[in-house]
């Protein structure tokens, strides 16, 4: 009987938690496709703006209270806004319309509408105007994240945006449907194109495809174009719509099987002669990237800001169950990061890619000055490199934030951006305190579940030294994240001499353990229409033993926490990171798993350094 009574208890235990878990309600756009004309405007200071309506439900449930962050922007690989013309260069933030929290009330369950504007500075901005020239349908991409008090994400988490336009002729504007495509090496690709703005009259419109591409930008790399009759066949002819058809029309290139590791190559699409009245729009070419399976590396122009990254893969055909996101310091790129044996070894453990600048620029997804993170940013990257690669896992994968000097800065002050699918942020030689939107709107319980690491050096001086370090670390502790950790590599100083080799071999034995310890265990994978969920970790001692801070250099509390508390790493006999081995080598305040579930983990056969060492 007693059996009988604690499997009753348990049952109605767990319904009543699962019923207000789903009496929260779940938030979803309204509708996957929003429309407006920019005939209508509102004007503010003799500018005339644009401020569509875009709706967001809370459904099935209004218990306690809730949010949900959203952003607006123009799609990398789907949208074909054009910056300075539909919307402005908003505050270091490219291709970015409008981003923020919507909140509901307990029991509020009335819908929401998206503000297409944005606070800064005590005031309200807008950024999305009516243009003066002929384009044709101007898209945009929406996307919800993070949703708080219990609630739960629905049917429709992205949506477009389409902006009718104002100036079209009456038989219409024709355009390429994105301004990108894809297609694999050894199938073919479909290229869309659109007639819409009007539709007087029969119309038609000539397509050609060409490897003479258009010019790249300052801060980007050629990457190369494909040999028509090798890569693709040259195709080209003419499409035609009838008076009154509006429907989207579509042309296939042939992309031969080339057998080759080639890497990604571009082909040019190109619109031209337009009949009957009928006018091209801004989206009049566009690239079609070849995706070959055979390759390992994929050099991607990123043009949300003008910049070239680097993405490497594990081989083999088994899924890619995540992305390590890297970004250089000012001076830096990426040779001490993706040529490392150390990350390539563990990336292939892990099936990790592993993204970084091919130069010492790259855009970032959030600013420090700036309020609001670039959710469009991460979900773009994601998308270019599941698209490019053709490992459409990717566009679901989870990630790691990390970075070195100026790019720590950029990994701490995005942590906040999208917890649920950040499995850790891990910086080296550099942190900041915590970012605005950590403050503003997107600290939330998800976020405060991301372990965090900054590993700087002893003698780092003025740019990053522990007087910095530690307290950014506290004031990231009194925001309410535990698993935030720093580290001390005694005898270092700001460089990027050998860095890599000085510091990965204890970032990556961190965030080893981090994985190990259940963050995201090996068996979960994204696939191409479901993220996994990321599993949280319990605070634990177990690896710590407090310590006077006082090491081998002569050096005393300066390195204190202001709590008093400082610890050093011990690690074990049968650790073969023995760079970080000996106690004097790393003073932390930290948290790790506990040394069992870490030990569940099989050792790694990564090389060790000296550098760390006092």
Request: proline residues 6%; glycine residues 10%; charged residues 15%.
């Amino acid at each position: 009987m007693s059996r009988f009574c604690y499997r009753l208890f348990l049952f109605i235990f767990l319904a009543a938690e699962l019923r207000g878990y789903s009496q929260s309600g779940s938030i979803q756009f309204s509708q996957p496709l929003f429309t407006a004309s920019e005939a209508n405007f509102i004007t503010v200071n003799s500018t005339k703006y644009l401020t569509p309506t875009v709706t967001v439900t809370r459904t099935g449930g209004s218990v306690g209270a809730v949010s949900v962050n959203y952003c607006v922007w123009a799609c990398e690989t789907t949208d074909n806004a054009v910056e300075g013309i539909n919307y402005i260069f908003a505050d270091n933030m490219r291709r970015w319309v409008a981003a923020g929290t919507l909140t509901w009330g307990d029991g509020d369950s009335a819908p929401k509408t998206l503000p297409i504007n944005f606070q800064a500075f005590g005031e309200t901005r807008y950024n999305l105007i009516p243009s003066t020239l002929v384009q044709g349908t101007v898209t945009y991409s929406a996307r919800l994240v993070s949703p708080t008090g219990g609630a739960t994400l629905g049917n429709y988490v992205t949506a477009k945006l389409e902006i009718s336009d104002a100036e079209a002729p009456a038989a219409g504007v024709v355009n390429l449907a994105s301004l990108r495509f894809y297609g694999t090496d050894g199938a073919s690709a479909i290229i869309t194109v659109r007639r819409d703005g009007g539709s007087t009259g029969e119309v038609t419109v000539n397509y050609a495809t060409s490897s003479t591409l258009p010019a790249i930008g300052s801060n980007q790399q050629l990457i190369g174009a494909g040999v028509s009759g090798t890569h693709y066949t040259a195709t080209s002819g003419t499409l035609t719509w009838a008076a009154g058809e509006t429907a989207a029309k579509t042309f296939t290139v042939t992309l031969p099987a080339t057998g080759s590791a080639n890497g990604p190559l571009n082909v040019a699409l190109n619109l031209s002669s337009p009949s009957n009245g009928a006018v091209l729009g801004t989206a009049l070419a566009a690239l079609l990237t070849i995706q070959n399976r055979a390759s390992t590396v994929y050099d991607i122009n990123d043009n949300i800001d003008g910049s070239t990254f680097r993405v490497s893969l594990p081989s083999g055909s088994d899924p890619i169950r995540g992305v390590l996101f890297w970004w250089p310091g000012s001076a830096g790129d990426d040779r001490h990061f993706t040529p490392d044996p150390n990350f390539r070894k563990i990336a292939d453990l892990w099936r990790f890619a592993i993204a970084s600048p091919r130069g010492n620029y790259d855009s970032k997804p959030t600013r420090f000055e700036f309020p609001y993170p670039q959710i469009g940013f991460l979900a773009d990257r994601l998308t270019q490199i599941a698209k490019t690669t053709g490992r459409e896992e990717i566009a679901n994968a989870p990630f790691v934030l990390s970075g070195m000097s100026a790019g720590s800065y950029t990994t701490s002050q995005s942590l906040g951006i999208w917890p649920e699918r950040t499995i850790a942020a891990l910086g080296q030689e550099g942190w900041n305190y915590p970012p605005l939107p950590l403050t503003a709107f997107t600290l939330g319980a998800l976020a405060k579940e991301i372990p965090s690491l900054n590993l700087g050096g002893q003698q780092e001086n003025t740019q990053s030294p522990p007087s910095i370090i530690f307290p950014a670390f506290n004031e990231f502790r009194k925001a309410g994240l535990t698993r935030a950790a720093t580290m001390m590599c005694w005898g270092r100083g700001h460089t990027f001499s050998n860095t890599g080799a000085a510091y990965n071999s204890v970032a990556l034995y961190w965030l080893d353990q981090v994985m190990a310890g259940g963050r995201y265990p090996i068996n979960l994978v994204p696939t191409a229409t479901t993220a996994p969920v990321l599993g949280s970790l319990p605070l634990s001692t177990g690896w710590w033993a407090a310590r006077n801070s006082t090491n081998t250099k002569g050096d005393s509390n300066f390195y204190e926490l202001p709590s008093g508390s400082s610890r050093f790493l011990n690690i074990g006999s049968d650790a073969t990171f023995s760079g970080i081995k000996d106690v004097t080598n790393a003073l932390v305040d930290s948290w790790l798993p506990t040394e069992s579930a870490a030990r569940l983990r099989p050792s790694l056969p990564i090389r060790t350094s000296p550098h760390c060492q006092s």
